[in-house]
Each structure stands twice: as structure tokens, then as C-alpha cells.
């Protein structure tokens, strides 16, 4: 199910029990702001618990549904790519570089919930319940005052997925970077470590090994193993390198550690496998 909008922008708040829609997605962005009750947001893969004062961003390409489990007063401003275009000349220069409609695609900010402390949360409560007391205006969408309420709550968005360690100036690395950078370093193990690359990149260490399984289909611990293996395998069939040398070219500490880590994958020692293919 794909739901439409053609205003610029729409403001809805209201309570209910059961959520009135089916999964479904949009053709337009979402800032959804709880103002009471709890339950569950099913966004994209994600089962993300909610309560009051939770804020979740959506991009047309996000699939969600909330699973309520106690009565819930939601406050969704809705906007269409035209929204923030009608608005460009009103852009303060921190939004040059990363437009709101960048952050609202970033995948990492789906995969977690954002955590804000005080002032922030008291500033975030009040800044929606000033969007939806202008509501009542016909010119909300032209709005320079609802425009600048909004960018205040980007503002927020950004200060919260920096505390997460999520760069949002252009989103998440592209998958060729990341591969590239993977193999490339792939002889040097402590570049690789999840806590090194995932700083490289710029993202959470907490949340790099789901970032990482969502896109390439395969955990980053699989994808790093099997790719050290293929290598070792390529090493030991040319018959030109040592076991030494091929510990030290990947950062074994010896020998044996080769050997256990090679076992372990391919159910067979170095020796015997450089026989069978002998």
C-alpha cells in the first residue's frame, strides 16, 4: 500500500487505539512525534519500542506500521519534496550542504531511536505543539514562522544522531566505497576492526554490523572471514608462499593461528588442503 499526498505540506494530530493503516509507504516525508502512549513502530526491518516524546523520520522508500499498545496521541507533519523547495531562499546556510530531505533518507536513523536529553526534549515537545497550533492557519504551508519551527527540529535530529555517532552531512557510505576500503585493508586487521572502520566511516559502532547485514545481505564478520579465506586459498594454491609468509601478509601471529583460523572455515588444515590440490 503506497499513500499519496499533494499539498506541500500536512499536519495531522490525533489519538487512537488500533493505527488506522496497514503497513504501507509513502510518495511524500514524515516527521512523526509521540505525545503520549507506547507501543511498537515496525519501520523498514525494525521493531523500534515507542513512548512519549520519541520522534521517527520517513522517506518515500520506508515501510512502517505502529503496533499500539496503549492508546497513542500522534502529531505527523507530512511534506512533499515541493515543501522545503518553495522554501529554499529561507535555507540558513548550515542546510546548504545537507538539506532536510538528506537527513530524512538517512537508513541509520531508521535502524535506531533517537535519544534526546534536556533541553532538547522539552524543546522538541514545544516546538510540535507550535506547528500544531499554526495549524489552524490556511497559509501553513507558506509559513516562513512553521518553516523555521521545522528546521529547529532538524536541528535537534542533528545533534541527536551526532551523540549517536551517525554523519548525516551525506548519508551512509556508498557499498563500493565500503568494499573497497574493506579489501584494500584487508591485510591489515586492526584498520578493519568494526570500532575502526565503523569510525572511518563515521557511524556508531553500536549500529555498524546491522548497517552493514542490511545492505550486503551477509554479516560483516562472515563477509571479512570468507573474503581473508578465498585469499589464503588463492595464496596457498600458487604454491609460491610459505605458511609463514602468508600468517604474517594477513596478521596472523604465527603459524598456528593460520592454521586454526583456516580449519575452522574450510574444515581442513593448510597442509592437507595445499595437498588435495596439489
Do not use: W
Amino acid at each position: 500500500m503506497r499513500r499519496k499526498q499533494f499539498e506541500p505540506l500536512v499536519i495531522d494530530d490525533f489519538e487512537e487505539r488500533e493505527f488506522h493503516l496497514p503497513v504501507h509507504r509513502h510518495t511524500y516525508y514524515e516527521l512523526i512525534y509521540i505525545r503520549k502512549g507506547y507501543g511498537i513502530h515496525l519501520l523498514n526491518h525494525n521493531q523500534l519500542p515507542y513512548k512519549a516524546g520519541d520522534l521517527f523520520i520517513l522517506s518515500p522508500e520506508d515501510e512502517h506500521y505502529f503496533d499500539i499498545k496503549k492508546s497513542t496521541h500522534f502529531t505527523f507533519i507530512k511534506f512533499t519534496d515541493s515543501y522545503f523547495e518553495s522554501h529554499k531562499f529561507n535555507h540558513p546556510d548550515a542546510f546548504l550542504v545537507t538539506r532536510p530531505e538528506e537527513i530524512m533518507h538517512n537508513k541509520l536513523l531508521k535502524e535506531v531511536k533517537l535519544k534526546m536529553d534536556e533541553p532538547c526534549i522539552s524543546i522538541l515537545k514545544n516546538t510540535v505543539e507550535n506547528i500544531v497550533a499554526y495549524n489552524c492557519r490556511k497559509d501553513v504551508a507558506s509559513s516562513p514562522l512553521v518553516y523555521f519551527q521545522l528546521l529547529s527540529i532538524f536541528g535537534l535530529i542533528r545533534e541527536a544522531a551526532a551523540k549517536l555517532g551517525i554523519r548525516i552531512d551525506n548519508g551512509q557510505p556508498g557499498k563500493e566505497e565500503l568494499i573497497s576500503y574493506i579489501h584494500q585493508h584487508i591485510y591489515e586487521p586492526s584498520l578493519i576492526l568494526i570500532k575502526n572502520i565503523a569510525s572511518y566511516f563515521h557511524i556508531s559502532p553500536a549500529y555498524f554490523s546491522a548497517y552493514f547485514k542490511r545492505n550486503f545481505e551477509i554479516s560483516y564478520r562472515d563477509y571479512i572471514n570468507d573474503y581473508r579465506i578465498r585469499l589464503i586459498e588463492k595464496r596457498i594454491a600458487s604454491g609460491k608462499t610459505t605458511m609463514k609468509q602468508i600468517a604474517d601478509e594477513f596478521g596472523f601471529t604465527d603459524e598456528s593461528h593460520l592454521s586454526h583460523f583456516f580449519k575452522k572455515a574450510r574444515s581442513i588444515s593448510p597442509a592437507n588442503y595445499r595437498k588435495s590440490i596439489a
